[in-house]
């Protein structure tokens, strides 16, 4: 099983970039899916996810408004659209995948790592100002 992230780069502050993650080994089309980031120095950190039916989605505080986290289960991709980008917004980003299908959480679960089951390698995103 395989979690690819890629899209990142670097781009001024208020441009917009489109990471994508594309499952490999096995179909996540049914699973949560989620972003996380890490800033050097800090702690790994929820960004954004989205329920195994697509229909629900979570933000961080500090990415609301701005991040949109979606799906293609034919291509058993999922994106996370950002826009208005901060400096503070530079970081490795990666994607995660629940191990389970079909399963429902409640809200806060779906920001903890512990709820994800397969990890993907990063792709940096960096904003310059």
């Known amino acids: 099983v395989q979690l690819q992230a890629s899209g990142g780069g670097l781009v001024q502050a208020w441009g917009s970039l489109r990471l994508s993650c594309a499952a490999s080994g096995r179909t996540f089309s049914n699973s949560v899916m989620g972003w996380f980031r890490q800033a050097p120095g800090k702690e790994c950190e929820f960004v954004a996810a989205?329920?195994?039916?697509?229909?629900?989605?979570y933000y961080a505080d500090s990415v609301k408004g701005r991040f949109t986290i979606s799906r293609d289960t034919a291509k058993n991709t999922v994106y996370l659209q950002m826009n208005s980008l901060k400096p503070e917004d530079t970081a490795v980003y990666c994607c995660?995948?629940?191990?389970?299908?079909?399963?429902?959480?409640?809200?806060?679960?779906?920001?903890?790592?512990?709820?994800?089951?397969?990890w993907g390698q990063g792709t940096l995103v960096t904003v310059s100002s």
């Open positions: 995660a995948a629940d191990r389970e299908s079909g399963r429902t959480y409640i809200a806060s679960s779906y920001t903890r790592k512990a709820t994800y089951g397969y």
């Open positions: 989205i329920s195994w039916s697509g229909g629900t989605t």
